[in-house]
């Protein structure tokens, strides 16, 4: 079936670094890419939505310079957390839809700014 | 706008009893129905999907929701729950068609008792 790698799957990072997640496809091509954000015994929200080779759309609220998402091929699509600060520590997830009727989610990376 | 409503933020059973958590949606389209479970740490697992065929639909792990057009519900349940099943459950929504993205319930934390 349909899988996607995210890596990495943990990283602590110091206040004001950046900090680069992928989600990479490896059996299909996924065109649409969606990032979402989970915070602590919250559900999960919708960041971000990337089509291959175009610009993604980010949710109201979600900040694009701080969020910078890279969908430059059909089986890669990356998030960097830009000057990451310890509100941003949360849990991201990618979900990738292809040409199959499905989504497809990343196992997810715990994000800890400290 | 779609959404979804989990009437229950938390579900405690006794092991071997039945299970039900329950979920309201709300679509402007004939929608695709999802179930997801979420261990502690850990990421998504899909347990079941409704897309407009049969109503009544089973998933993994001996669960099953049935798709109710006229109460507007995709409860889902288990007959005899097992403590294995202690989770997070989410009820899902998205269009039946193209990149849209998932949105998802607030969640339904799931106890099972020894």
């Known amino acids: 079936g349909a899988v996607v790698s995210q890596h990495p799957s943990r990283v602590i990072c110091k206040s004001g670094t950046s900090v680069k997640i992928e989600c990479r496809s490896l059996?299909?091509?996924?065109?649409?890419m969606f990032w979402y954000r989970q915070f602590p015994k919250q559900s999960l929200m919708l960041m971000a939505t990337?089509?291959?080779?175009?610009?993604?759309?980010?949710e109201q609220g979600v900040e694009k310079d701080k969020f910078l998402i890279n969908h430059a091929s059909l089986t890669l699509s990356t998030l960097t957390v830009t000057s990451a600060h310890p509100e941003d520590s949360s849990f991201y997830i990618c979900?990738?839809?292809?040409?199959?009727?499905?989504?497809?989610f990343g196992s997810g990376t715990r994000l800890t700014v400290v | 706008a779609q959404s979804v409503t989990q009437l229950d933020s938390h579900v405690s059973v006794s092991e071997g009893t039945p299970v039900l958590l329950r979920c309201n949606y709300s679509?402007?389209?004939?929608?695709?129905l999802f179930w997801y479970v979420q261990h502690p740490n850990k990421g998504l697992q899909l347990l079941l999907k409704?897309?407009?065929?049969?109503?009544l639909v089973k998933g993994i792990n001996g669960f099953e929701a049935e798709f109710k057009k006229s109460e507007t519900s995709f409860h889902l349940t288990k007959p005899s729950a097992h403590m294995s099943d202690a989770a997070e459950y989410f009820c899902?929504?998205?269009?039946?068609?193209?990149?849209?993205?998932?949105?998802f319930g607030k969640g339904t934390r799931l106890s099972v008792i020894a």
């Open positions: 679509s402007s389209y004939s929608p695709s």
């Open positions: 990337s089509n291959e080779g175009s610009k993604a759309t980010y």
């Open positions: 059996d299909f091509q996924a065109t649409t």
């Open positions: 979900s990738a839809r292809g040409q199959f009727d499905g989504y497809t």
């Open positions: 409704y897309t407009s065929a049969a109503t």
């Open positions: 899902v929504v998205s269009e039946p068609s193209g990149n849209t993205p998932l949105v």
